[in-house]
């Protein structure tokens, strides 16, 4: 897992929800931001293994427009290709 992975929380509150990683704290932990619910000033920490890897979001210095930007248009592109 590296900073800039979209990755889809698999447990707590925020279970099912996509965030980007902004931060690698350690081995164990992240910080994650969606820029909505959690914005790039304020990320979340979560463990590694409660987090799925979707996809690359190739943001080095994300803001909070891009972060939501990224995400919606990440999901966006996987429908198109799910409903060929």
Do not use: W
Request: glycine share 6%; hydrophobic share 40%; net charge positive.
């Amino acid at each position: 897992m590296e900073i800039g992975d979209i990755v889809i929380s698999l447990a707590g509150h925020d279970e099912g929800k996509a965030f980007v990683v902004t931060s690698v704290v350690s081995d164990k932990f992240v910080l994650i931001a969606d820029g909505k619910s959690r914005t790039a000033e304020r990320p979340k920490l979560k463990r590694k293994r409660h987090l799925r890897v979707a996809g690359k979001s190739n943001l080095s210095d994300p803001t909070n427009a891009a972060l939501r930007k990224r995400i919606k248009q990440f999901f966006s592109d996987r429908r198109v290709y799910a409903e060929e």
